[in-house]
C-alpha cells in the first residue's frame, strides 16, 4: 500500500499518477507469477496457507481399521457343537492383530508339518534373494510334497532338510515355542510316516507362516513366494479346510493334514493352514482338529470354522 504522504503527490501530479499507475501494474504482474517459473505468492484476500509437506513432514497415513475377534460367540457356539478337541489361530497381515481359541496341548501335526520341512530346507541352501537356492531334483520333491502332499517325498526331504535337529533349530529362531519334531519316521506300532507325529499348536503355525510375508526373515523374497506359490496350487481334491466359505475369486494358498491316530480308523486328526486374501481381507489362519470319528467329520469341522471367520474378518 502507499503511504498518505505519497498519495498527496498523485493528486497534485498527473506524471506522477501514470509513474505510480506502471509501478503499480509492474508490481501486479511481479506478483502474479509473470516474471518467472517460481512459486506463486498466496493473493493478499487468501486465507492462511496450509504448511508445506516435505519428507520431514510427511502426510499421516490413516491407521488399520481394527477388526472384531472373529472367534465370536457364534463361532465358539458351532465349536462347542462339534466332536473331538479344536485349536485354532488368525493373524491379521493388515492391522498386525492375533486372536486364538483355546489354547490348549500341542497337537500332531499330519501333513501341514511339510511346509515345516519346507521352510527348514530353503532357509538352510541361503541363495539369492531371486531364487529358491534348491537343486532340481529337491525343487521336484518339494512340488510333489506340497501340491500333492506325496509322503515319499516329504520323507526324503525330511532327512535332506537335516531331520529333527535342524527342524528344531529353524522353529527356535523361527520363533516357534511349542513344536516338537517326531525323533522317528518308521515309529513302532505306526503305520504312517513318523514325521506327521511332530506336535504343534495353532499359534505356532501363525508363526511359521508369517515367516511368508516378512522381509528380512528366515526366508529371502524368492524362497517366500516359491512356498506361496505351492501352496496356491494344491490339487484341487486337497483344497478343503481354510478355503471354507472363501469365493472364488480371492486367493489361497493352504496346507492340509490327516492322519488316523489308531488302527479302527475312529480317531482322527485333520488339520489346514494357510493364507486368505481378497474382498478387503488379508489374513492367516490356523485350525489344529483331533478326536474326530471320521477324516470327513473333521474336514467339515474346520470348513465350518473358516466360513465364520471369512465372514467376521470383512
Known sequence: MFSP????????????VAVATGILLTSGLTRSGASGPGPRAAPASSATPSPSRSPSNPPVSPAPVQHPNPFSATLSSYVASRSGSVLAAVY????????????????????????????TLLARSGDADSGTGLPATESSLAQQMI????????????YASGGPGKIRAFNATAGLRQTSPSRCVQCPGFPWPGWGLTTTTAADQITLLRQLFTPGSLLTRGQRSYVLRLMEHVTPAQRWGVS???????????KNGWLPLNTAGTDWQINSIGWISGRGRDYLIAVLTTGNPTEQYGIDTI???????????R
Open 5 to 16: 504522504r505519497t498519495k498527496a503527490v498523485v493528486a497534485g501530479s498527473a506524471v506522477l
Open 92 to 119: 491379521d497381515i493388515g492391522t498386525g492383530q492375533t486372536w486364538n481359541l483355546r489354547l490348549g496341548s500341542p497337537q500332531p501335526e499330519a501333513s501341514i508339518v511339510k511346509v515345516d520341512i519346507l521352510e
Open 147 to 158: 501340491e500333492d502332499s506325496d509322503n515319499d517325498a516329504a520323507t526324503s526331504l525330511w
Open 244 to 254: 471354507g466359505g472363501v469365493p472364488l475369486r480371492a486367493t489361497v494358498a493352504l
Open 303 to 313: 470348513t465350518g470354522l473358516s466360513a465364520i471367520v471369512w465372514k467376521a474378518m
